[in-house]
């Protein structure tokens, strides 16, 4: 079962423009973690914010966690050409103890020179 | 440098031959785990490893076997593949940071079962 539902699925934008990506999930969490994956390649771990964090920075990337709306969005700043890529919020699976990331569906970002 | 390192990266077979594709870490992580990423389904887990001897299933187990002999290495076994595993794969390591588990993954296995 997907715990992160993401939003949009799909998002253009010209470079020097923000991004903005949605995740909701359904359980409670421990913290909440944003993957960017390339064209075909392995997921790079971007940020990780814990569940009694609010908002968390990283150089251009801006997260925050909403656990009473069990939501959390990324924000890239500035985007630019190589931010092109799929972006993914996971969460730790608490209830089986089984140390599974479950990943939401994902955000495409395309980011236009 | 810390890496995942997944082998072979692309592998083209026929329905029933086995196959084998091969995983290590360097960063000397108890935890392991293989998915695959299928369009519209997302990444799903396969198997995980806690340590050495320890795996375990996880939500689609069904055609795959693992091994965990040594703690770098986790190969993913297809003992007869068939069209419907063909997919996109990747191993994982977990680490543990000051907020919690991430994880560091391989480069992916495209595999084509035809």
């Known amino acids: 079962s997907q715990q992160g539902e993401e939003d949009p699925q799909a998002l253009s934008i010209q470079e020097g423009e923000n991004a903005t990506m949605n995740c909701s999930y359904k359980?409670?969490?421990?913290?909440l973690q944003w993957y960017r994956q390339n064209s075909g390649r392995g997921l790079v771990h971007l940020i990780l914010i814990r569940s009694n964090e609010r908002e968390k920075h990283s150089g251009r990337l801006r997260v925050t966690l909403d656990t009473s709306k069990k939501s959390s969005s990324l924000l890239i700043t500035a985007s630019r050409a190589a931010d092109t890529a799929s972006y993914f919020c996971a969460t730790d699976d608490r209830s089986g103890n089984t140390g599974k990331l479950i990943f939401g569906q994902g955000t495409t970002l395309q980011v236009k020179p | 440098e810390a890496q995942v390192t997944q082998n072979p990266r692309y592998l083209i077979t026929v329905t029933g031959k086995k196959l084998t594709v091969t995983c290590s870490q360097n960063?000397?992580?108890?935890?392991m785990s293989w998915y695959r990423q299928d369009p519209g389904l997302g990444l799903r887990q396969i198997y995980y490893s806690m340590n050495v001897e320890v795996t375990d299933k996880g939500d689609v187990p069904e055609g795959y076997k693992v091994s965990r002999k040594e703690k770098r290495n986790f190969p993913l076994i297809l003992e007869s593949p068939s069209p419907n595993q063909t997919s996109l794969y990747f191993c994982?390591?977990?680490?543990?940071?000051?907020?919690?588990?991430?994880?560091?993954f391989g480069s992916g296995t495209r595999l084509t079962v035809v």
């Open positions: 960063m000397n992580h108890e935890y």
């Open positions: 994982a390591s977990r680490w543990t940071g000051a907020g919690g588990h991430g994880y560091t």
């Open positions: 359980t409670s969490i421990n913290n």
